[in-house]
């Protein structure tokens, strides 16, 4: 029998890829020890107000710094402008973003760490928040969600399938964040009956 093909997905003005609903996933930390925050060629994607918010947020965060990421902020600031044109968080060596701290070899966002500790009222960028959906916005005032595949991200697809959690769901928090109680739950009713198909 051939796998349905689901099309394209509509919450407001929100477009959806349908594997957001149909894959799983469920962030492994004490297998992945937060790798996301240290790989790849470009920092977390960030919107001007994000980049404001940062850099308020800096003189409380700056001890947690590498001495090499506060170089690189010292020089070309909090973000830059990738090779596809969007604003990203600085990043040390080509890869690791400079809030990355440590914690016992783990890797942690010194933002998140020190909003946490009640010393900021920024999380982080909502891109790090929402990974690994990765959202785009169009000039006709629609935004695209696209379920983004990682190979560093293997343990937490594992551990989703063996919890049942769907992305939309391990991403409620956030989700709300951005687009309200009112929009999830639109998104849980239609995600219920895309559920019932696919099963």
Partial sequence: MAERILPILQVGNVLLSPDIITERFCCDY?????????????????????????????????????????????????????????????????????????????????????????????????????????????DNGMIGLNYHQWDVCRDAVALGKRLDMPVYQFLKEPLIRCFGEEWFAELETLAHEILQLHS
Wanted: charged share 25%; aromatic share 6%.
């Fill in 30 to 138: 004490e297998k992945c020890k937060g790798v996301c925050c240290i790989e790849g060629n470009a920092g977390a994607p960030v919107t001007l107000d994000e980049i404001g918010e940062i850099e308020e947020a800096l003189d409380d965060v700056w001890h947690d710094l590498s001495p090499q990421a506060q170089a690189v902020i010292d020089c070309q600031g909090v973000a830059y402008t990738d090779q596809e044109g969007d604003l990203v968080t600085s990043i040390v060596n080509g890869k690791d973003c400079v809030f990355t701290c440590y914690d016992n070899g783990n890797c942690l966002c010194a933002l998140e760490k020190a909003c946490r500790a009640g010393k900021t009222s920024f999380m982080k960028p909502i891109s790090c928040s929402l990974y690994p959906i990765r959202a785009k916005r169009f």
